[in-house]
């Protein structure tokens, strides 16, 4: 969530952009209640100047990143897409 552009567009684009559309997705529609809830708080507070680390916040809500990815990998296991997420060095 935090790579910067220019190596988000590297030599591994194509896999990037497909991952950014299914956390998207998750954000949308398979987050906490299914509500967009968080995701929504989050464009409003980016709307209303609050920075990208603040605003992130909101969209963890309470979760470490780690608990972020396991939950998207776990909830996208289950619609029969296979994500892993690997640390961050």
């Given amino acids: 969530m935090n790579m910067p552009y220019t190596q988000f567009t590297s030599e591994n684009a194509n896999l990037h952009y497909g991952l950014a559309a299914l956390m998207a ?12 809830q968080r995701i929504k708080n989050y464009m409003k507070a980016i709307q209303s100047g609050t920075s990208e680390k603040e605003a992130q916040k909101l969209l963890l809500d309470g979760r470490t990143y780690e ?22 060095s």
């Fill in 25 to 36: 997705y998750y954000f949308y529609h398979m987050d906490g209640k299914g509500d967009a």
């Fill in 67 to 88: 608990e972020l990815a396991k939950e998207i990998e776990q909830k996208w296991r289950k619609a029969g897409v296979k994500i892993r997420f690997r640390a961050s």
